[in-house]
């Protein structure tokens, strides 16, 4: 089973928790974007439902899909949210922000009554921060002095996109990818990373996923939150 089969089953079956009537949060990512396929063929055959996309192109795809749309100042509550994930280990803990999209996906969480994270078996780390770089999102202003206090944190920091085209969120922000020899603790570097002046938000996610959908060669797999 390859990995984008992994993806496709794992974000279909995050799908059957949909009920009728919900609010839903629609992620941003390779493997959400099943997720977003699914939804519409789901509305096309009668699912009454309200989405609201984490990012500018998660609208675009729901939009070409049929899904209807709405935003936070209208609706303050988050009943199931669908997303991915770049790197989750077994406490689900994630590393989120591979497609840029890390603040306007924490704000969505912070939001959700639920939050189902979809992803291969390849984002599985015993640590997160080994084997997928942490986004940092930054304000342009004064990036270099960001950046200077970012690196002393994490081991070394790389302005996505690079420093002649650096990628622009849909924030209008930059990102810096930060290394890590694995990231033990991650709630305290949460708190670390957010002090620092110029930095908008991370990408590390603590005590937000509900559950873990896990696509892997041999069907699906489950990680569940411990209350």
């Known amino acids: 089973m390859n990995r984008e089969h992994q993806k496709k089953i794992a974000a279909e079956k995050a799908?059957?928790?949909?009920?009728?009537?919900?609010?839903?949060?629609?992620?941003?990512?390779?493997?959400?974007?099943?997720?977003?396929l699914k939804i519409g063929q789901m509305v096309k055959n009668?699912?009454?439902?309200?989405?609201?996309?984490?990012?500018?192109?998660?609208?675009?795809?729901?939009?070409?899909?049929?899904?209807?749309?709405?935003?936070?100042?209208?609706?303050?509550?988050?009943?199931?949210t669908i997303d991915g994930a770049d790197e989750v280990d077994a406490h689900l803990n994630l590393i989120k922000g591979g497609g840029a999209a890390l603040v306007r996906e924490k704000i969505i969480a912070n939001a959700s009554q639920r939050i189902l994270i979809v992803v291969d078996e390849s984002k599985v780390s015993h640590i997160i921060g080994t084997s997928f770089a942490l986004p940092v999102e930054i304000v342009k202003f004064g990036?270099?002095?960001?950046?200077?206090?970012?690196?002393?944190?994490?081991?070394?920091?790389?302005?996505?996109?690079?420093?002649?085209?650096?990628?622009?969120?849909?924030?209008?922000?930059y990102i810096l990818d930060?290394?890590?020899?694995?990231?033990p603790k991650p709630e305290f570097v949460e708190q670390q990373l957010n002090n620092i002046p110029g930095v908008v938000e991370n990408g590390i996610f603590v005590k937000l996923a509900d559950q873990v959908i896990i696509g892997t060669s041999t069907g699906i797999r489950y990680m569940e939150r411990s209350q």
């Open 15 to 36: 799908t059957e928790e949909i009920q009728d009537g919900m609010i839903l949060g629609l992620g941003t990512g390779s493997t959400a974007y099943y997720a977003l």
């Open 143 to 173: 990036w270099e002095a960001t950046q200077r206090e970012v690196n002393k944190i994490c081991k070394r920091s790389d302005v996505r996109g690079g420093i002649v085209n650096p990628l622009i969120t849909d924030n209008g922000n």
């Open 178 to 183: 930060c290394h890590f020899d694995g990231i």
């Open 46 to 80: 009668g699912l009454d439902i309200i989405g609201i996309p984490t990012s500018d192109g998660t609208e675009k795809i729901a939009v070409e899909q049929g899904i209807p749309l709405s935003s936070l100042s209208v609706y303050s509550k988050i009943d199931l």
